[in-house]
């Protein structure tokens, strides 16, 4: 029997959602849970408490939870990179940032032709160490999430860091809030979702697929899913290509095809979500007041 926490929308979810398995709660008590980073290495995740402005420590090892970073500059979304460092998205910071080996950090973007970014949301490596980040305004819309500012910006826009040289090159401006983001297993695809919804009455509440070329440029921009529930802000993608994104009622899983094969109730709005465990098949997930996880028989994709 599958737990009450699985909805299986189509009978597919069943080979991923496995009998007698039960969502857990791990912690409770951040405002925003955001910005989920695994490091198996050490066998610990790193998320945000965005209002709070602190960063969270989850020990999977024994279980512990505890304040990896405050103040952090309102940090939202984390990735770690290939060579097992922390980077991150700051708001207050209105910049991605690196956590070196040495424990000093380094500032990889606030600018985009000299002006600063509005409040880069969230971020992912691409096997060539190009770091891609989408740069809504959500940091400065308020003082709640960060510093309240004018952007300097005309526009919301998803840019890519060069892994080499470092340069800023926008690389979608077509949406009104791009948030989370994610490649295809083989990169071949970018997966970006618009929460422009939040701004714009009637406006986006979905995720777009990108084709990536070799020179790392973009094409098409289709519309791969809209969202029945909520908003999608970040996602993952898993080793078969499934597409496992936050909504407003818990985790919804798309098949690459773009349907909608089950859900991870959560009876919180659900911000972002990551695979860890030392297996990779471990969701972790990010629900507003509380960090919940998960096993699934499926695995997080390898970067090619
Ligand atoms: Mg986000």
New binding site residues.
């Given amino acids: 029997m599958l737990t009450d926490a699985f909805e299986v929308i189509d009978k597919r979810f069943t080979q991923y959602a496995m009998p007698n398995v039960h969502l857990e709660t791990l912690y409770s008590g951040t405002r925003w849970a955001?910005?989920p980073a695994y490091f198996p290495a050490g066998k610990y995740l790193i998320w945000s408490d965005i209002p709070n402005d602190r960063l969270l420590r989850y020990d999977e090892t024994n279980g512990v939870v505890s304040e990896f970073l405050k103040p952090c500059r309102n940090h939202?979304?984390h990735t770690v990179d290939r060579e097992g460092r922390l980077v991150a998205?700051e708001h207050r910071g209105r910049c991605v940032s690196r956590i070196e080996a040495n424990g000093s950090t380094t500032i990889l973007a606030d600018r985009f032709e000299g002006k600063r970014l509005n409040s880069p949301?969230?971020l992912v490596v691409k096997s060539d160490g190009s770091i891609w980040f989408?740069d809504?305004t959500?940091g400065i819309d308020s003082e709640y999430e960060g510093d309240k500012a004018e952007a300097e910006i005309d526009g919301s826009y998803v840019y890519r860091i060069d892994g080499v040289t470092g340069a800023i090159t926008a690389v979608i401006t077509d949406m009104v809030k791009p948030?989370?983001l994610a490649f295809s297993p083989d990169e071949s695809l970018l997966y970006v979702?618009d929460?422009g919804a939040t701004h714009v009455e009637d406006g986006p509440r979905h995720i777009r697929t990108f084709n990536v070329k070799s020179d790392d440029t973009l094409s098409g921009g289709a519309l791969f899913a809209t969202s029945d529930n909520g908003l999608f802000?970040?996602f993952r993608v898993d080793v078969h290509g499934n597409i496992w994104t936050?909504a407003g009622d818990g985790v919804h899983c798309y098949t690459p095809e773009g349907d909608l094969i089950g859900k991870i109730l959560t009876g919180e709005t659900v911000?972002?979500v990551e695979f860890g465990g030392i297996k990779r098949n471990r969701l972790f997930i990010c629900a507003t007041t509380t960090l919940r996880a998960v096993y699934l028989n499926t695995q997080a994709a390898l970067r090619p």
Avoid: K
Wanted: proline share 5%; net charge negative; aromatic share 6%.
């Fill in positions: 955001e910005g939202n979304g998205c949301n969230d989408t809504p959500y948030n989370g979702a929460t802000d970040g936050s911000a972002n």
